[in-house]
């Protein structure tokens, strides 16, 4: 492995919002799949003021394609905060692989809340 690495997007939509993730892929390694992104739950309270954010986490992707660890870095409101959490603890991947051999990776996630 040289070092080289390039970064992939993928966006799902959805009537929530829409989530986007971004994944590293080094030279070697097949980056995770999403196999069940079920969408968030949006805030009642948020829903009924008409108020939009957009919440980033981290999480990791573990070897068995789970999610673990899903970390708040940044959310305008702690219940678009613990929507983003609840709903990407349910989500499920294809597990990354380095060399053919299932490992856990980082992802970044950006969940947006908004009306449609």
């Known amino acids: 492995m040289d070092g080289k690495f390039e970064v992939e997007r993928t966006s799902c939509g959805g009537l929530a919002g829409w989530q986007k993730f971004n994944l590293c892929r080094i030279q070697g390694h097949q980056a995770a ?12 309270n948020e829903r009924k003021s008409g108020n939009e954010g957009r919440a980033f986490l981290h999480a990791v992707v573990d070897d068995k394609g789970n999610v673990r660890m899903p970390t708040v870095v940044s959310s305008p409101d702690p219940a678009f905060a613990n929507a983003a959490i609840e709903a990407v603890k349910k989500w499920a991947f294809e597990p990354a692989k380095l060399s053919g051999e299932p490992v856990a990776v980082l992802i970044t996630i950006e969940m947006e809340f908004r009306h449609f």
Do not use: I
């Open 33 to 44: 799949k999403a196999k069940h992104l079920p969408d968030p739950a949006y805030p009642e």
